[in-house]
Antibody
């Protein structure tokens, strides 16, 4: 079965760090464009970051310099390292698969909640 | 402010037809990039509903259809059912941002 399972969310103080994981099954992470998309409470979807099949990485301006996307091909897992967290980073974080930047996000994980609060 | 504009809410009675619009610009929908639609049921992750403007993934009922014209796209739902009550998002590629962009979402209420 093709699926994505996120983990690693939780409650963290402002300025803290957290690493999210997204384990894939049924397909190969490194052969796809893998993204993180977040959704603040009661708000819409916001693209956060992408790692291309070739390894290039890109970020939304709101997280550039603070978040790092990576993958472990041996574990078929996607990661999002989040540093210098702010209250406005509070959201459900989804990992999602695309074939290219112009394609649809066809597979989504169930999401993991990140709450940044003192 | 989302790059793609959707109405915040729409509603309809069971059995009726509703449409949700998605308005973009010359750097996304108007440039010819495909529009995709997602359905998000309460408390769940988004699910791909329409891809490539008008294509349905396997398992999506043909009550759902998509279209695109100029700088806008639309999602139509016919034979409205209670289980269609959800948030709907459009998404496309934006050449000025070099990434995918989402609409702000539309909440569908089945009366």
């Amino acid at each position: 079965e093709v699926q994505l399972v996120e983990s690693g969310g939780g409650l963290i103080q402002p300025g803290g760090s957290l690493r999210l994981s997204c384990a894939a099954s049924g397909f190969t992470v490194s052969s796809n464009y893998m993204s993180w998309v977040r959704q603040a409470p009661g708000k819409g979807l916001e693209w956060v970051s992408v790692i291309y099949s070739g390894g290039s990485t890109y970020y939304a301006d709101s997280v550039k310099g603070r978040f790092t996307i990576s993958r472990d091909n041996s574990k078929n897992t996607l990661y999002l390292q989040m540093n210098s967290l702010r209250a406005e980073d509070t959201a459900v974080y989804y990992c999602a698969r695309r074939k290219s930047t112009r394609d649809a996000f066809d597979i989504w994980g169930q999401g993991t909640m990140v709450t940044v609060s003192s | 402010q989302s790059v793609l504009t959707q109405p915040p809410s729409v509603s309809g009675a069971p059995g009726q037809r509703v449409t949700i619009s998605c308005t973009g610009s010359s750097s996304n929908i108007g440039a010819g990039y495909d529009v995709h639609w997602y359905q998000q049921l309460p408390g769940t992750a988004p699910k791909l509903l329409i891809y490539g403007n008008s294509n349905r993934p396997s398992g999506v009922p043909d009550r759902f259809s998509g279209s695109k014209s100029g700088t806008s796209a639309s999602l139509a739902i016919t034979g409205l059912q209670a289980e269609d009550e959800a948030d709907y998002y459009c998404q496309s590629y934006d050449s000025s941002l070099s990434e995918g962009v989402f609409g702000g979402g539309t909440k569908l209420t089945v009366l």
